[in-house]
């Protein structure tokens, strides 16, 4: 989960893009000559051509503006004042959208108080992690619970309750293992020039897919023509094609950015992260920078002294998440020694693995969310598992002075935890399909296969005496609701929201902002349109994982996920048609069918004179049996033929 949970932590780099082929000390088959003792170099000042920041799919904080070049879609343009300008202490709330296009200015000159704003949080509270803005620090300021359910093997839960209203839920099953940021060793499978992408066989039963702008320059073939070397020294991406630099066969180590979803494979990249709870380390890469949500220019510049002063190789880029704000240069150093130990582990086990294979698996759940989603106004943790009870303890332990009021308890009560604490009910109630709303309407949620449709009914909200009132009340009620949803349910992609019709103007901005507002608690980027003429609105929320539901229910074995099957009357009549076509054929002297038990008793108690016309019609013998154990739309006809006659009377 670490790809994008830091995905409004837009980072500041400082590294000079090299043009050489090899990075030394950081490629998986180069040999180190930087070791973890030695003194790293101090980072080269920024040139003018330096290349903008771009995410690859990687954490923000990980974002590989600075990595070798490496080929997109559109042409890099040269930088050239935006790098100090993001060094600069930046307002906070900054986040990119999923496309990369700002969010309109309006809503951010306003991001002011949460909706639910019910106290202050304390001094010391506050000053723990500062927020992107009053606003958001007091919406967060309710959350008083982390829930751990890790006592069954099979499953692992995570719920945040704020005021005992459940806010987010996070669960691993056996079923569906998380291979998020996992490192596996791959080969080029196949290669599709149409697409600008390769196929990569990384040892599971679907091949992982590869674009073109995710493949690093280091695995270029060596025997480049002379014109595709210009072009690719240049820069001119869309004039090189995939197959002029890469073919079958090629070994390389990637990343799952993306997880499969359905019939299609993962998304990888080869531009690496390995992400700590202070720094994530980019192997093959030169780059380095601070979160923006550090704010002040002395802390900032405190951290890059530390990271300066690491032992970091030559060729490892670095980046410093939010969460070291608080955090000393003895936690800084412990958390860099441990990650560059792990990247040598994972280059030596690629070196020596024969084929392919996972190289690098993530967390488990608990210290996955705690490193990725620990805020300091978490108030308490509940456990019901010891040994997940010793993580969180160890993980608290080594939280700066700051934020290590947060109590930790192990749960010992006779009912289980999420009954305790009733988020049992709210946890079922993300699957269904209707969502009630405080004042009498609700919202229906209908994923797809394009997209998402979210519908806004005004139920007994219409019945007030002032119906624009009403009508708005019910819009922002449902605003407010469909953010939460999305995240609970994590539903991706693209959704279109049909609010309730409102004649005011100044309504349907109120609107608007409100779903803007509620959308910036995400951890995933979006990107949010006006109220269109029609009152649908369009949000393009970027896909996490595959949505909770996919990993706890499966799909219905009688209506194979349409919610609907047919009536016995009509299953009886398409049967009798299916009986009727095969009698015409000549030759058929018996007719064997075993249907449903409902669908039997109709056929012979309703259409039996049907039947026995058509048994004296075409001389056959009809037979129907009754199955209990069918489903609904299960059924087995027989067609029995004649004997065939001696070969010598043909």
């Not at 979210?454 to 009132?469: H, L, Q, R």
């Not at 108690?605 to 009754?626: F, G, P």
Request: aromatic letters at 6%; proline letters at 6%.
């Amino acid at each position: 989960m670490a790809n994008q949970q830091e995905k409004k932590e837009t980072t500041n780099t400082t590294g000079t893009e090299k043009q050489r082929k090899a990075t030394t000390g950081a490629w998986w088959k180069s040999t180190v000559t930087a070791e973890p003792g030695d003194a790293a170099k101090p980072p080269a000042k920024p040139e003018p051509d330096e290349a903008p920041v771009k995410d690859h799919g990687q954490p923000a904080e990980a974002t590989k503006a600075d990595h070798p070049p490496a080929p997109s879609k559109d042409e890099p343009p040269p930088v050239t004042g935006a790098q100090d300008k993001a060094e600069e202490p930046a307002p906070s709330g900054d986040a990119p959208s999923l496309t990369g296009e700002a969010e309109p200015p309006p809503v951010q000159k306003k991001r002011g108080r949460g909706p639910r704003k019910k106290s202050k949080p304390k001094k010391e509270q506050s000053q723990a992690v500062p927020e992107d803005d009053e606003g958001e620090e007091d919406e967060r300021a309710n959350v008083v619970k982390l829930l751990i359910n890790a006592e069954e093997p099979e499953e692992c839960r995570l719920a945040l309750l704020e005021d005992g209203r459940l806010e987010s839920i996070y669960v691993t099953t056996v079923s569906r293992i998380n291979t998020r940021n996992n490192i596996y060793k791959a080969k080029v499978t196949g290669i599709e020039p149409n697409l600008q992408a390769a196929f990569v066989d990384y040892g599971t039963e679907k091949n992982g897919f590869l674009p073109f702008s995710e493949i690093h320059p280091e695995y270029f073939r060596q025997d480049l023509s002379d014109d595709i070397r210009e072009l690719v020294e240049a820069h001119q991406w869309k004039k090189v094609s995939i197959t002029d630099v890469l073919e079958k066969g090629q070994e390389m180590l990637v990343q799952v950015v993306k997880e499969e979803v359905g019939s299609k494979g993962a998304n990888m990249t080869t531009y690496l992260s390995i992400p700590g709870r202070c720094v994530v380390l980019m192997p093959g890469s030169d780059s380095h920078g601070i979160s923006r949500k550090i704010a002040g220019e002395e802390r900032r510049r405190e951290l890059r002294e530390i990271m300066d002063a690491l032992p970091i190789p030559e060729g490892v880029g670095w980046i410093v998440r939010t969460a070291s704000i608080d955090m000393t240069k003895t936690a800084l150093n412990r958390d860099v020694r441990f990650l560059i130990k792990l990247w040598k582990e994972i280059k030596t086990k690629g070196q020596t693995l024969a084929g392919v294979g996972l190289l690098y698996q993530d967390h488990d759940c608990v210290m996955r969310f705690l490193r990725e989603h620990f805020d300091p106004m978490i108030q308490e943790i509940m456990v019901d598992d010891l040994a997940a009870f010793e993580k969180v303890q160890d993980f608290v332990e080594m939280l700066p002075a700051r934020q290590k009021k947060v109590r930790v308890k192990l749960h010992r009560g006779a009912r289980p935890i999420f009954n305790q604490y009733s988020v049992e009910d709210q946890i079922e109630s993300i699957y269904q399909p209707r969502v009630n709303l405080p004042s009498g309407g609700s919202i229906v949620i209908e994923p797809t296969e394009a997209l998402v449709s979210i519908d806004v009914n005004s139920g007994s909200t219409s019945k007030g005496k002032n119906f624009e009132e009403t009508i708005f009340q019910a819009n922002m009620e449902a605003a407010a609701e469909l953010a939460r949803q999305l995240r609970l349910r994590d539903l991706g992609g693209l959704i279109v929201v049909d609010f309730i019709d409102m004649r005011v103007t100044k309504n349907i901005r109120e609107v608007e902002k409100k779903v803007k507002q509620m959308m910036k608690r995400d951890k995933a980027k979006f990107d949010v349109s006006r109220i269109s003429r029609l009152g649908l609105m369009q949000i393009s929320r970027q896909k996490l994982g595959s949505p909770i539901e996919s990993g706890n229910y499966q799909i219905c074995q009688y209506c194979r996920g349409r919610g609907t099957i047919r009536s016995v009357e009509t299953l009886a009549l398409f049967y009798l048609r299916r009986i009727h076509t095969g009698a015409s054929r000549r030759q058929v002297t018996r007719i064997e069918c075993r249907f449903p038990l409902e669908v039997t008793h109709f056929l012979l108690n309703n259409k039996r004179h049907e039947l026995l016309e058509l048994e004296e019609k075409y001389q056959t013998e009809l037979v129907i049996s009754a199955d209990p154990a069918m489903k609904p739309t299960e059924h087995d006809i027989s067609f029995v033929k004649a004997e065939k006659e001696d070969a010598g009377n043909k």
